[in-house]
């Protein structure tokens, strides 16, 4: 499969093209149609698929990575350009998600889930296809489903929650899922925002595809909000894979993006608005 990914949203810009915004979006070409990973925070997928001649009308699929607002904000924008589309994404990408952050003394909690209902996106075409489980979701592309949690030191975001049976517990990102293209040159992955932990997602493609070479990784790492020795041993296992090229966005951070650049060299890009990777 021949493929051209483009980031539409994200939270830098590269190349004085765009707008950026707390979020993740890629546009993915390829020989059998188009494709759209998640939609941004709603703000910049439209101007920025129009600066960068990315017809949004085009996509056959949509594909959701998890249910936080930063993922899932553009989705009415892209309906309302383009009607009638399947949207695959697991079951929990409609929980009521809150983060908690200390300021100061202060505790403040944000609403972070997806800000629409289900029954207004299908009102302007979205048909949803959730899945749980590993998935082909067309020849060639693949959806991961949920990641069995292994490492044991990627470990769940302390400030996030969910609404599960009426009581916010800690999020467990059952629905987070990545992305796969199976092409000549490997295998290509697309990450919305990492919540089930970098190394077990990879872990989970090896074992699902049975294939181990990645010609490429790209999207949200979530290596933000890792502790120093939690990074130190991501990257260590990143290190043992075979991965021809890593170009991290989003929830990657900068301290984890220098630390991922002096590690992988030039095989290092930061994907942020208008990054293209051809394959
Ligand atoms: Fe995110
Ligand atoms: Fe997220």
């Known amino acids: 499969m021949k493929?051209?990914?483009?980031?539409?949203?994200?939270n830098l810009v590269g190349r004085l093209v765009g707008s950026g915004e707390h979020g993740f979006s890629a546009f993915i070409e390829t020989d059998q149609g188009n494709?759209?990973?998640?939609t941004g925070s709603g703000r910049s997928i439209v101007p920025n698929s129009l600066t960068l001649d990315k017809d949004l009308k085009s996509i056959r699929k949509i594909f959701l990575s998890h249910g936080h607002y930063d993922h899932t904000g553009g989705l009415p924008e892209v309906l309302k350009l383009k009607g009638k589309v399947d949207v695959h994404a697991h079951p929990h990408v409609f929980l009521d998600r809150i983060a908690v952050f200390k300021e100061e003394d202060r505790e403040i909690k944000r609403f972070i889930g997806i800000r629409y209902k289900k029954r207004y996106l299908e009102s302007l075409g979205a048909n949803f296809v959730f899945n749980t489980d590993f998935t082909e979701v067309e020849k060639g592309l693949f959806l991961t489903g949920e990641?069995?949690?292994?490492t044991n030191f990627?470990?769940?975001?302390?400030?996030?929650f969910s609404e599960m049976?009426?009581?916010?517990?800690?999020?467990l990102f059952l629905d987070d899922q990545s992305l796969i293209l199976d092409t000549d040159k490997g295998i290509v992955l697309i990450l919305g925002?990492?919540?089930?932990?970098?190394?077990?997602?990879?872990?989970?493609?090896?074992?699902?595809m049975g294939k181990d070479k990645f010609h490429a990784i790209l999207g949200g790492t979530h290596l933000d909000f890792l502790t120093p020795e939690q990074l130190e041993e991501s990257i260590k296992s990143l290190k043992r894979m075979e991965i021809g090229k890593i170009g991290v966005s989003h929830c990657t951070g900068m301290k984890a993006a220098f630390?991922?650049?002096?590690?992988?060299?030039?095989?290092?890009?930061?994907?942020?608005?208008?990054?293209?990777l051809e394959v």
Request: aromatic share 10%.
């Open 35 to 38: 494709y759209l990973f998640d």
């Open 154 to 160: 990627e470990k769940p975001d302390p400030r996030l």
């Open 147 to 150: 990641v069995p949690r292994q």
């Open 259 to 276: 630390r991922l650049q002096q590690e992988f060299g030039d095989r290092f890009f930061y994907g942020w608005v208008g990054s293209v």
């Open 165 to 171: 049976d009426g009581a916010m517990t800690n999020d």
């Open 3 to 10: 493929t051209r990914i483009t980031i539409l949203c994200e």
């Open 193 to 208: 925002c990492a919540h089930s932990g970098m190394i077990n997602i990879i872990n989970h493609v090896i074992n699902k």
